[in-house]
């Protein structure tokens, strides 16, 4: 029913398939089973009582209930939890801080180097109008302009990468974070999971049963299947579950079997929470089904019955007892469940996907510690956290019940690898990821359930199941993983990590250049003007915006580093003393220094003298060899960004073809700039003579060296 339909006080009655839309108080219960995953993430469906109230949000799986409306709209406790989540803050992303930081510190570079040549211009005697648009030129050199756009190229590579590998992203800026990711705080249902109960095991007083032959385990799967209601139901082309999942697993398992169903069911005992048992009346027979600790003692003694049972507990199967007998005239389930034979044991378990293991192992091997969160039984947690291998020591297996009640005092507790919390509610997931943020943490919490919206919304990357999750926990979240697997969350980690090198990439790239491009206007700030600019700023702006932007944004698509998840992702500043030490100290000097002598000899191979005042023709061609001297230096440049350990040649061409494109048209905006008489006369350049060309392709070796020489330099200084 229509939430909107119903008020305080209105009778429901409800039956399996059900969703429930208001808070109910329960007045009349018959074998009542609900489904509360998506509030209290609890995978085993809860068998509320009379006096009891079940929650809007929540659905009836099994049996039937008369129930008084006891809240609906904002007072449920689905609204309380909703609540909850738009009250979560998220704090700027690393990236986001890395990036004002460079911001600032760029903006008073320029303008202060700004400033200082616009004095420099009047005490030359340039007119004021001249000067300002002269010390603007330098000031927007010194702009990276290509910034922004290369860091969302960057990010929205990540991001379509990721949604090719099931990892949908809802917002660009979590691609990073997810590549900074400290800890991944993940459920276990249909996570590490496949959120299918299968039934692994069947042991009777003969013995353990070969699953591969199900045939065998035909005569108690035909008792287990008779007293349940859960089925596997084959419409429109495709299996579909209906009702607890367990019976579903044993129905599969009688389908398999061959198990015949065609028997007329007289009488039904529906299971309730204090029998723990269900048992119905076919054919002249009593069947049973219910909690090994409710039915073994019903039974005759069976010898190694309790032997099995522990063994199947250890191993964290859900383990239920299947017993039979003469059916008796009896009125009620307690006098007819008596006396009863034991057919066996049945194990059921949620498995581990496939492939959860080796992710666990990238992650340890990425430096990303660990935590199973979930509202299961600490049992049913621990034994799946061992058999992933994330379980580390049993010490680290608590309740939510268990936890600290200070923040400090629970992120010190938590602040390790392969800690597993069980039954917990809301409020502590949500305490969790504070509590792990307040340590320095970059937290991705995964979750499926209305209940996970605070803590998604509350960590640094919300991670929402994409095929069984709801809608609160998508909103919530940053990530939506289409596959529901924990594996997709360690690629997309992996798929985000290269954003921070790819912005240092480009950072470097470009700083390099405003090197070379501020090079000539100290030189004639330095000289007096006796030696002539070798740039115009209008040459600045078309080497900025016209041949350098499209490999530098080139740069910020290239692809993940192999290694990239061997040790923990790279943190700092992305502007740090290494980058300008290259910067300024390697790769800019290469390029101003090429740049200036090819200017130079032009000049003087012209005919030109110190002091002297060079013809336009002369300049244009001395001109043009610098433009050409830095545009193939950054040529180079930009293939020795590509990695900051290995020479320019050492990652394959190929592995970024977006760069070899780049490039290619660098050179042609090179040719266009300098070679269509329109722009080379707004400019103030043109082709070089053969001697200037000579000179300026002398930039390539020259970067390309002087980087080589610093990466070894640098390598035998620090060995890895």
Known sequence: MDAADLVVGDIVLLEAGDRISADLGLVEVHALAVNESMLTGESVPARPHEETVVFAGTFVVEGEAVAVVAATGSRTRLAGVAALTRSATRPPSPLARQLGRVVKVVAAIALSIGVVFFALSLLLGMAPSAGFLFALGVTVALVPEGLLPTVTLSLARSAQRMAAQKALVRHLEAVERLGSTTFICTDKTGTLTRNEMTVVQVWTPAGVLDL??????????????????????????????????????????????????????????????????????????????????????????????????????????????????????????????????????????????????????????????????????????????????????????????????????????????????ARVTPEDKLRIARALRGRGHV???????????????????????????????????????????????VTAVELGRPTYANIRRFLTYHLTDNVAELTPFVVWALSGGTIPLALTVLQVLALDIGTDLLPALALGAEPPNPQTMHGPARAGSLVDRRLLRRVFGVLGPAEAIVEMAGFVAVLMLGGWMFSAEPSPVLLAAASGTAFTAVVLGQLANAFACRSETHWAGYLRWAGNPLLLWAVAIEVVLLLVFLGFPPLTGLLGGSLPPPAGWALAALAVPAVVAADTLHKAIQARSSPR
């Open 212 to 421: 591969a032959r199900p045939v065998s385990a035909a005569e108690i799967m035909c008792s287990a299947v008779l007293s349940s209601t859960g089925r596997l139901v084959y419409a429109n082309g495709r299996w579909k579950p209906v009702g607890d999942p367990m019976e579903v697993a044993l129905h599969a398992l009688a389908l398999r079997a061959g198990s015949s169903e065609d028997v007329a069911v007289t009488r039904r005992f529906p299971f309730d929470p204090v029998r723990r048992r269900s048992s119905v009346v076919a054919d002249g027979v009593l069947h049973v089904k219910g909690a090994p600790d409710s039915v073994l003692p019903l039974c005759a003694a069976v010898v190694g019955a309790e032997q099995a049972l522990e063994d199947m507990s250890r191993h964290g199967l859900r383990v239920l007892a299947v017993a039979r007998r003469t059916a008796p005239a009896v009125s009620t389930a307690v006098e007819a469940e008596r006396g009863l034979t034991l057919l066996g044991l049945v194990g059921l378990e949620d498995p581990p996907r496939e492939d959860v293991a080796d992710a666990i192992e990238k992650c340890r091997l990425a430096g990303i510690k660990l935590a199973m969160i979930t509202g299961d039984h600490p049992a049913t947690a621990r034994a799946i956290a061992e058999k992933v291998g994330l379980l580390v020591s049993e010490e680290l297996v608590v309740t939510g019940a268990e936890l600290p009640r200070t923040d400090d005092a629970l992120g010190a507790l938590l602040d390790c690898d392969g800690a597993v919390i």
């Open 443 to 489: 937290v991705a919490m995964t979750g499926d359930g209305v209940n996970d919206g605070p803590a998604l919304r509350e960590a640094d990357i919300g991670v929402a199941m994409g095929a069984s999750g709801t809608d609160v926990a998508r909103e919530a979240a940053d990530l939506i993983l289409l596959d529901d697997h924990f594996a997709t969350i």
